[in-house]
């Protein structure tokens, strides 16, 4: 069976039990493919990583949360009342 690896870099979980920091530094801050029998299974993923992906996926929500109001009626309001 053939599986697609989203990373760059890959290592085998024997090298991960062996020296996990050496593993998760190799990639320069690039997601490292874990693999197991030749099977991506999981992702190590540096910090700042998952704080960008968490960022854009906050961002996304977002937008989409703004799409769907888009064309809700609106309030007007004089700044001088405020």
């Keep these: 069976m053939t599986t697609r690896i989203l990373a ?8 991960l039990k062996a020296n996990p920091m050496k593993v998760a530094t190799s990639a320069s801050g690039d997601p490292v493919a874990v693999l197991n029998r030749n099977e991506p299974a999981f992702y190590c993923v540096p910090a700042a990583a998952y704080e960008l992906l968490m960022d854009r996926l ?3 929500e977002l937008l ?3 799409a769907e109001r ?3 009626p609106s309030v007007s309001v004089n700044i001088d009342d405020l």
Aim: glycine residues 0%; charged residues 35%.
């Design 58 to 60: 906050e961002d996304l």
């Design 70 to 72: 888009k064309h809700e």
């Design 8 to 15: 760059e870099i890959a290592a085998s979980i024997t090298e």
């Design 64 to 66: 989409s949360i703004a």
